[in-house]
Nanobody, 134 residues
Framework: QVQLVESGGGLVQAGGSLRVSCAAS????????MGWFRQAPGKEREFVAG????????????AYSDAVKGRFTISRDNAKNTVYLQMNSLKPEDTAVYYC???????????????????????WGQGTQVTVSS
């Protein structure tokens, strides 16, 4: 069992920055690929960013949705069992509840996989609200 707890959400003006965090506890964090999804009111939950498990090298493959590419950065700190989402140049359309997700996969995951395989996610966090004002 893996427990995921998000934090760092809040209210920010358009053009501003915010970093949300997801602390994991339970099974070996480094074996899990981690992702961020978001859900705006009246919309389906969508993929935002993902980072694969850290293998024998220091490199962890990342993936981003087109909506956030170039503005958001996902990273992980396996020593702290934490994954981060740094959000820059925020827009009002980024307003949503942001969810952390964990999936046990040993291979790098593509944007296509994250976009289409939500049902294969093993664990979800409870979500943190991000509101961007215009």
């Amino acid at each position: 069992q893996v427990q995921l707890v998000e934090s760092g959400g809040g209210l920010v003006q358009a053009g501003g920055s915010l970093r949300v965090s997801c602390a994991a506890s339970g099974r070996t964090f480094s074996n899990y690929a981690m992702g961020w999804f978001r859900q705006a009111p009246g919309k389906e939950r969508e993929f935002v960013a993902g980072i694969s498990r850290q293998g024998l090298t220091t490199y962890s493959a990342t993936a981003y949705s087109d909506a956030v590419k170039g503005r958001f950065t996902i990273s992980r700190d396996n020593a702290k069992n934490t994954v981060y989402l740094q959000m820059n140049s925020l827009k009002p359309e980024d307003t949503a509840v942001y969810y952390c997700a964990a999936v046990f996969r040993l291979v790098p995951l593509s944007t296509s996989w994250w976009n289409s395989r939500q049902k294969e996610i093993d664990y979800w966090g409870q979500g943190t609200q991000v509101t961007v004002s215009s």
